[in-house]
């Protein structure tokens, strides 16, 4: 997910916006409900399994203590990494944005589901999923990377 989490933020940066990886459970869940616009980038591990990083902040979301409306101020996307041969495909992603939706959180995006499986991995959903989301959330085109030009000697 590191990977491709900060693939997804230097694409948000060359939107023009302000953005950071962090792994669910470096992040201040306290904080959650304060953030605007959130992407969440899981993956599932064998089974069906929260990754390590990830367990105890799954654990507070799952609070019966939160309100319905915890999170109404806050937009999120899931994009999930999964493996289709296994049978809790992408499963925890789709547990996340399940939740996050019955927190009050408002979808900007369907979740994205990607395949390990899929001829370039993950990223093969990604490629179509990342510019529909960015475009549901109003950005402008990425800016281009201008390279030096080549002068030959």
Known sequence: PRELSGSVVQDLKRRGLRAKAVAMDDYDFEELPEEKDVIFVVATCGQGEFPADCKDFWAQLQSSDLP???LEGTNFSVFGMGDSHY???NEVAIEVDRRLGEL???RVKDIGLGNDQDEDKYET???DWGPELYSEMGLP???RLRLPRHTGI
């Open 104 to 106: 009050g959180g408002r």
């Open 141 to 143: 085109v990425a800016a």
């Open 68 to 70: 319905s409306d915890w």
């Open 87 to 89: 049978v809790h495909y």
């Open 125 to 127: 959903a990604l490629e």
